[in-house]
């Protein structure tokens, strides 16, 4: 199997597993519990989240550990409404956020909160001249994400954040597939991060928030991190998240090194016919979303079942619906379903996405003189 689908999940890293194993096979004390063996487990959490912290590299605030990025994003959303009850009541948001962000925004509005999505530019940056007129004294909160799941493009996050600021704002960021990657801009209030896109563990993504932005609890009971998230940790997923963010901060140069190379030679490999969806000037290298006219690349899917990539997102895959991220760039629905998501990442060989892309684009070429 090639797996071309960084985007939806890493593997683990090796380091990363070795250092889970003694928290899975013998060091099972609960790390909120006074004995000894507790005591032990707790500092490996509070290890682990100064090594996240140090990786995610933001001043001013803190972080908490969550069950993945949804919940961190939930929480952020819902929080800072529940805690501004009675005051500010509107969200801005834009069209190509994940859909954590645009389904739980869909549910408070729903609720009563008023909330206004721009739309993106063809390549898909946002037009800050549009954002700045939305931006006024009833605005609550500001959610852009930093790096685009299903097209790579990034958003100028600091420069939002400081827009949201002058209008008494407060700003969330889902830096899901930035963390661990490229440096995660500074400046908002809230940042949504996640293990399993760093080579880390599934099951555990963080909330940092900067001092006194801190979003009203949202899971109750036993007083856990602080009163913010309740619920026992998982020592061994905290262990997991510490060392892959460590290990992604001391490789960021190499990785971003190897996937940005990797991403040409992959243009280079697919030869013409191909039109890269999202802009190419400010964008993570570890993502190609492409199309080629003619291609049905659900069809292209099912053909080269020994290579994972995917359609749009992986969240999209199979409901038959094409992406949402890609119809908000103005692709036609033709357009949409002929296109594909190809990620690739730290263990990605040059060779694998040789083949694979020569593959594809053979099987490209066939389906179009089939359907001729
Ligand atoms: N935000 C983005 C941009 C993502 O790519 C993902 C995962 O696909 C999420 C949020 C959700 O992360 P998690 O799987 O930790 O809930």
Redesign the pocket.
Same mark, same amino acid.
């Given at each position: 199997m090639i797996y071309l689908d960084y +985007? /939806?999940t890493t593997p683990l890293a090796p380091e990363v597993a070795r250092a889970m194993h003694p928290w899975i096979e013998d060091k099972f004390a609960n790390p909120h519990s006074p004995s000894r063996w507790g005591i032990e487990a707790e500092a490996a959490v509070e290890v682990a989240r100064k090594q996240v912290e140090r990786a995610l590299g933001l001043k001013g605030g803190s972080l908490a550990f969550t069950g993945? /990025?949804?919940e961190a994003?939930n929480w952020a959303l819902k929080g800072t409404v529940e805690k501004t009850r009675g005051g500010r009541n509107r969200i801005v948001t834009v069209a190509t956020e !994940?859909a /954590?962000v645009l389904d739980t925004c869909e549910w408070l509005a729903g609720q009563g909160l008023d909330l206004t999505i721009l739309p993106v530019e063809r390549d898909g940056s946002i037009d800050l001249e549009l954002l700045a007129r939305e931006l006024d004294d009833r605005v609550l909160l500001v959610a852009v994400?930093q790096v685009n799941?299903e097209i790579g493009v990034t958003q100028p996050v600091s420069e939002i954040a400081s827009m949201a600021h002058e209008t008494g704002a407060l700003m969330l960021c889902?830096a899901? +597939?930035a963390f661990g990657k490229l440096e995660v801009c500074e400046g908002p209030d809230l940042v949504?991060i996640?293990a !399993?896109?760093i080579y880390g563990p599934k099951g555990i993504?963080a909330l940092w928030m900067r001092k006194g932005a801190e979003p009203a609890p949202f899971v109750h009971g036993g007083g856990q991190e602080r009163g913010l998230r309740s619920g026992t940790l998982s020592p061994a997923l905290c262990v997991g998240f510490g060392a892959a963010a460590k290990l992604a901060d001391e490789r960021r140069t190499r990785d971003y090194d190897h996937v940005q190379k990797l991403w040409h030679a992959a243009i280079r490999a697919l030869g013409p016919g191909w039109t890269i969806n999202g802009g190419t000037a400010h964008r993570y290298h570890g993502n190609l979303n492409i199309r080629r006219e003619g291609v049905d690349a659900a069809r292209l899917l099912a053909d080269l079942r020994d290579i994972a990539f995917s359609l749009g997102s992986?969240?999209a895959s199979g409901s038959g619906r094409p992406s949402h991220v890609l119809r908000a760039l103005g692709l036609d629905y033709r357009e949409a379903r002929s296109s594909i998501r190809l990620g690739f990442g730290r263990y990605t060989t040059q060779k694998e996405l040789m083949d694979a892309c020569h593959r594809i684009a053979a099987h490209a070429h066939a389906q179009e003189k089939l359907d001729a």
């Open positions: +985007q /939806a993945s /990025a949804t994003i !994940h /954590a994400m799941n889902d899901v +597939q949504a996640s !399993h896109k993504g992986a969240c």
